[in-house]
């Protein structure tokens, strides 16, 4: 090893620092301290970041407003139902929002009023925009707790799915 071989030297950056270098107006790091310094201006950075929105609460996003009452859910819930009313008994949309209303009652008994809102602004924009209808000839068959759903093609008890294994 004493002959001719030259050991490797740590890369070096070197910075030019103005007035804030502790060894002088040229600094050199080595990687893992230039890397460290970055680090650290970048949690400066942060902190002061931080600091500057605690310190001044007006400029941060407004508090969130009240919670929904009560009063505001029954309210909603009742326009939606106003506007299933209107709606014909048969139609897909009407059993959907329906549907929404329902479950915005159950959120409303559950004391989650923001819930209650969610559910109903979902079924008067289910009422609104029509997004389910059936074409001409079709019915929705709603089946009873107690129904099976029937196929066209083939058996549904479960001794059927078993027969091909």
């Known amino acids: 090893m004493s002959g001719g071989a030259a050991k490797a030297r740590p890369a070096r950056i070197c910075l030019a620092f ?4 502790p060894r002088g107006p040229r600094t050199c790091l080595s990687r893992s301290e230039y890397v460290l310094h970055r680090i650290s201006c970048l949690a400066t950075w942060l902190l002061v970041g931080l600091a500057s929105g605690i310190a001044a609460p007006g400029n941060a996003d407004p508090a969130p407003s009240e919670e929904p009452t009560q009063d505001q859910c029954e309210a909603a819930v009742g326009q939606a139902r106003a506007l299933a009313l209107a709606v014909p008994p048969g139609d897909l949309s009407r059993y959907f929002a329906e549907r929404h209303l329902h479950q915005a009652l159950v959120e409303a008994g559950n004391g989650e009023y923001d819930d209650c809102l969610e559910a109903a602004t979902r079924a008067t924009e289910e009422l609104r925009e029509r997004r389910h209808a059936l074409q001409p000839g079709e019915q929705l068959k709603i089946l009873q707790p107690n ?3 029937m196929r066209e093609h083939g058996d549904m ?9």
């Open 18 to 21: 103005e007035s804030v270098a």
């Open 147 to 149: 129904e099976i759903p």
């Open 157 to 165: 008890s479960p001794a059927a799915g078993d027969r091909g294994r």
